[in-house]
């Protein structure tokens, strides 16, 4: 039990469509990555959250956002959804001053 | 972009057997990890290596790092059919802004028949 919960846990979405994914971890845990994980392959780093702010971004398009609140919780928000977005997202967190990074359970979003 | 390439893509043992899984990877590197995932689930880390460390343990785990390489391994001893699961090697990279940005293989999948 890493202490990092996602929701919601699975999603249908139409192309054109936006969606929020949400992410919470635990207390002290300052940094939150999010990843893309396509059907069969390795996660794939989306962005990093450090103290509110974006801290390092993967080979996304801008329609990949995200938001990082004092609470310790995050969002992932993905507009003008394409086929291609279709994947399990994960949220890891680290514990200030460490490297280990706790992943939630994931959301599986489909696009229709 | 897959920072690392596993190997094999799939292993398939019986309990009581050694499994061993290898990765290797581009860059130079601040730490290695390794995760397990079962049936497309959340990701449970499982060993941290960092780049001056050649060997950890732990438990049934045993992990080497060779940097002249740019490979490591990952060993289960004694696998149990829990074992079950598909399992990634993770590379946070050297250089500014890099670190905490995991680049992941695309993972080993790993049968343990009772």
């Known amino acids: 039990e890493t202490g990092v919960t996602q929701s919601p846990t699975h999603l249908i979405k139409t192309r054109g469509q936006q969606v929020t994914l949400r992410c919470s971890s635990q207390s002290g845990h300052n940094t939150v990555s999010w990843y893309q994980q396509a059907l069969g392959q390795g996660p794939q780093f989306i962005f990093q959250?450090?103290?509110?702010?974006?801290?390092g971004r993967g080979n996304f398009p801008p329609r990949f956002s995200g938001l990082q609140f004092p609470n310790y919780s995050s969002e992932l928000n993905v507009n003008a959804l394409e086929l291609d977005d279709s994947a399990l997202y994960l949220c890891?967190?680290?514990?200030?001053?460490?490297?280990?990074?706790?992943f939630g359970p994931g959301t599986r979003l489909l696009v229709l | 972009s897959q920072q690392g390439e596993e190997d094999p893509q799939a292993l398939s043992i019986q309990e009581g057997e050694n499994a061993t899984m290898n990765c290797s990877y581009k860059t130079s590197i601040n730490n290695l990890q390794w995760y397990r995932q079962n049936s497309g689930r959340g990701l449970v880390h499982l060993i941290l290596?960092?780049?001056?460390?050649r060997e950890k343990h732990s438990g049934r785990l045993r992990v080497t790092l060779d940097t002249s390489k740019k490979s490591s391994s990952l060993l289960i001893t004694a696998s149990r059919a829990a074992d079950t699961a598909s399992y990634f090697c993770?590379?946070?990279?050297?250089?500014?802004?890099?670190?905490?940005?995991?680049?992941f293989g695309q993972g080993t999948t790993l049968q343990v028949k009772p």
């Open positions: 993770a590379t946070d990279s050297k250089g500014s802004g890099n670190t905490g940005k995991l680049i």
């Open positions: 290596i960092r780049s001056n460390e």
């Open positions: 890891a967190s680290t514990p200030g001053g460490q490297e280990t990074q706790y």
């Open positions: 959250y450090y103290r509110e702010e974006e801290n």
